[in-house]
């Protein structure tokens, strides 16, 4: 990224919801009006749905996915690569979300990075603590913990591919949020460790997103902290309504 302009940047990962049929009219709607705010706008959708969301580009939004395979290719039945996403036009894909994080192995989360990376795809990289971590005043030693480990063989030119998403694992999808303090400290602190592991010029460029039953309602004061970059959204990335009023609060 360099000294490029940093965006702030909405993605929206719509999980396991929508049909392929439904997806176009779905992403057009999320953005209606839209085109010309000057944020990042990427649609993490389902495997099924990519090949009809290629389209997007042509509206400024950006194509992403939730996951990819550690490895390129091989006999991995019903596993989908890196190289076949950047293929149907993807240029993100989300990397160790905690739905993710409960079936895949922490050993196999800086694979499929260097993976995503090589197949010429950027990273959101999500991480964030369980509530037991939270209420003994543990939760940046978790997420350290996350970061050190997910980032130890991350060759320091990739870092700028790598966006960051704090999700805390106890406001994703139950309606609570970590307050706009709560958040602002946590960003605060992997910007920090950003800059010891990768230096300051990185570590100000690199976008920091919150996630964690982000609305429209609650995304004005989130916006308002210093480095809060953006947001990942999941259930109100589905809701036209609710998207439109997040992606208003980043502009
Ligand atoms: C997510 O899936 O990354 C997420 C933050 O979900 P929700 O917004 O529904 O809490």
Partial sequence: ???????????????MHSKPSEALALAFELT????????????????THLDRLNSLKSKGIILGAQNCHFADKGAYTGEISATMLSDLGCQYVIIGHSERRNLDTAESIPLRIEQAIAAGLKVIFCCGE??????VHQEWEFVLSQLNHDFDK???????????AYE??????????????????????????AENKFGILDAM????LYGGS???????ELAAMHDIDGVLVGGASLIPIEFRG??????
């Fill in 1 to 15: 990224m360099g000294s490029q302009e940093k965006k702030r940047f909405i993605a929206a990962n719509w999980k």
């Fill in 32 to 47: 209606d009006g839209l085109e010309d705010t000057n944020t990042e706008v990427v649609i993490c959708a389902p495997f």
């Fill in 214 to 220: 982000v609305k429209a309602s609650n995304s004005m």
């Fill in 154 to 164: 991350i060759e320091a030119s990739h870092f700028p591919k790598i966006v960051i």
């Fill in 130 to 135: 369980p509530l037991h971590y939270r209420k």
């Fill in 246 to 251: 997040i992606i208003r609060a980043f502009s």
């Fill in 168 to 193: 805390p694992i106890w406001a994703i999808g139950t309606g609570l949020t970590a307050s706009p303090q709560q958040a602002q400290e946590m960003h605060k602190n992997i910007r920090k460790w």
């Fill in 205 to 208: 460029q690199l976008r920091i």
